[in-house]
């Protein structure tokens, strides 16, 4: 019985997520219609709709892989994460505007957290260390971004939370992983 309550629970999580994507997605839709400020082409939404689809679906594989809240929190801010950093650098750029060509290192950053996952085989301690080098790798973005004099870079600030956070919660999952294989 309450693996049923659980697997309905977690539909409705499922089911919100992606009406939240969806309603995202209809955002600039429903702006387009009263205002000339924003202006969004079929391959804008396309991407997006590409975009939005991949964080949902990557979190929806990982919640399925890993029945730990911890380490679906982990999965679900880190995807925030990254989702956050390729909408912000995309639509309006972090360093200066979205085609000067130092927005390039947020890839990087992306690299470390992608590949990183790929090698530790995406294990809760190891998401926990790429997490955290990802977030290294975000300080580095910034300091650089300063040497070059751009002062808008420490707003990437938040990144680094996020991936520090994300790392937090990895670690949790890492434990509590523990206690219960322990136990059994």
């Known amino acids: ?5 659980t697997t309905k629970r977690a539909n409705r999580w499922s089911f919100a997520m992606w009406g939240g994507a969806g309603a995202l997605l209809l955002l600039p839709l429903i702006a387009m219609q009263f205002t000339r ?4 082409t079929v391959s804008d939404f396309a991407f997006m709709g590409a975009l939005l689809a991949t964080a949902c679906g990557i979190y929806e594989l990982a919640a399925r892989l890993q029945g730990n809240g911890s380490y679906k929190a982990g999965v679900a801010v880190a995807v925030v994460g990254a989702f956050l950093l390729i909408w912000v650098n995309l639509a309006v750029g972090i360093l200066g505007s979205e085609n000067n060509p130092a927005n390039l290192m ?6 470390v957290a992608m590949v990183g996952s790929l090698l530790v085989w995406f294990r809760p301690v190891g998401m926990a ?8 790798a975000q300080t580095v973005v910034v300091v650089i971004g300063l040497a070059q004099g751009y002062s808008d870079v420490l707003l990437t600030g938040f990144w680094i939370v996020l991936w520090l956070v994300a790392a937090g919660l990895f670690a949790q999952a890492a434990r509590q992983r523990k206690v219960v294989q322990s136990q059994a």
């Open 106 to 111: 947020f890839g990087g950053v992306l690299l």
């Open 129 to 136: 260390v790429v997490m955290g080098l990802t977030a290294l």
């Open 37 to 40: 400020e924003v202006q969004w």
């Open 1 to 5: 019985m309450t693996e049923i309550k």
